[in-house]
């Protein structure tokens, strides 16, 4: 696709449910990031994937956060049990992977999870 | 020690003046470096990146690279309204470590009309 594409835009859900945000990331890049951004900060680095291969995981803050990307072009970050401190936007970037421009990394529009 | 540092500001500027903006940064090893612009309520957008030590201009724009001291800069020169945003600086680690690019918590800029 043009951008990296992002759902759903807007997510509510009660204290315990799962949820599952999708991201369709750039036609062809090879690498795909999940960050999460609170209010008034930085992205905070999940997960991040070359192709299928989930590459470093170190930033899913506890063991009810999980992502894939099964065949290395859609990923989705799954979130268990949520809580209301899961409440954030969540982004997800790509980038080509090629070089130091390559490594440029272009957002989509990110999914709010609110959690009540 | 956090691994990119910058000072969240506000920082006001008036219209036509020169913005600077600092970030400092934990992992000798990082390789390239990167200033994206976010706007409220929007996605990061890419400023620009530079993985040399030196000057990179683009425009308004120049991006300051130093290895040595372990700080890079953007500075924005005759400063808009439309320059109000906040901007995060990012990094990429060690080539010989892995892809991750880890954000600054961002400098809010306000200009001054």
């Known amino acids: 696709g043009a951008g990296v594409s992002q759902s759903p835009r807007y997510k509510v859900t009660k204290r315990g449910q799962d949820v599952a945000l999708r991201c369709d990331p750039i036609?062809?890049?090879?690498?795909l990031y999940w960050y999460r951004q609170a209010l008034g900060q930085g992205p905070e680095f999940l997960t991040y994937f070359n192709y299928e291969a989930q590459q470093d995981k170190s930033g899913l803050p506890n063991d009810r956060f999980s992502a894939e990307r099964p065949e290395g072009s859609i990923s989705t970050l799954t979130i268990q049990r949520t809580e209301q401190r899961d409440s954030a936007m969540y982004r997800c970037?790509?980038?080509?992977?090629?070089?130091?421009?390559?490594?440029?990394?272009?957002f989509g529009e990110g999914s709010w999870l609110t959690v009540v | 020690q956090k691994e990119v540092e910058q000072n969240s500001g506000p920082l006001s500027v008036p219209e036509g003046a020169i913005a600077s903006l600092n970030c400092t940064y934990s992992?000798?090893?990082?390789?390239?470096f990167f200033w994206y612009r976010q706007y409220s309520g929007k996605s990061p957008e890419l400023i620009m990146f530079i993985y040399s030590n030196g000057d990179k201009e683009d425009g308004r724009f120049t991006a300051q690279l130093n290895k040595a001291s372990q700080y890079v800069s953007l500075l924005i020169r005759d400063s808009q309204p439309s320059d109000s945003a906040t901007y995060l600086c990012a990094i990429l680690g060690p080539m010989n470590r892995d892809d991750k690019i880890i954000f600054g918590k961002g400098t809010r800029l306000h200009i001054l009309p």
């Open positions: 992992d000798r090893g990082s390789q390239s």
């Open positions: 036609s062809g890049h090879v690498s």
């Open positions: 970037a790509s980038s080509d992977g090629q070089g130091a421009s390559g490594n440029t990394i272009y």
